[in-house]
């Protein structure tokens, strides 16, 4: 059973940073896949990173450049750097993981349908 809980969320000008965080437990490298997820007012949940069990990081093309998503294996932690922020990245995100013990390939890293655990989200709101 893993367990997420996202942090860092908050308000920020376009042009800002925010650092978010994912606390994780039971997260063990039988499971391939964490990530971040999003999701804006009437919109489908979209991918955004995801970082496999080997260190390859998967990125979506609306955020190459601006995010950078890392891991902190002693503590447990992913985190979600964001720069250059945009209004458009207005979303609540949600940290995630896979189920463990199934290999995808990185074509379906920020897929919705490879992640079962999600953290309860956090809010970025970026103003213009």
């Known amino acids: 059973q893993v367990q997420l809980v996202e942090s860092g969320g908050g308000s920020v000008q376009a042009g800002g940073s925010l650092r978010l965080a994912c606390a994780y437990s039971g997260y063990t490298y039988d499971n391939y896949f964490i990530g971040w997820f999003r999701q804006a007012p009437g919109k489908e949940r979209e991918g955004v990173a995801a970082?496999?069990?080997?260190?390859?990081?998967t990125y979506a093309d609306f955020v190459k450049g601006r995010f950078t998503i890392s891991q902190d294996s002693a503590k447990n932690t992913l985190y979600l750097q964001m720069n250059t922020l945009k209004p458009e990245d207005t979303a609540m995100y949600y940290c995630?993981?896979?189920?463990?013990?199934?290999?995808?390939?990185?074509?379906?890293?920020?897929?919705?349908?490879?992640?079962?655990?999600w953290g309860q989200g956090t809010q970025v709101t970026v103003s213009s």
């Open positions: 970082l496999r069990n080997d260190g390859i990081t």
């Open positions: 995630a993981a896979d189920k463990g013990g199934t290999w995808y390939p990185r074509a379906q890293a920020l897929e919705r349908r490879v992640y079962h655990y």
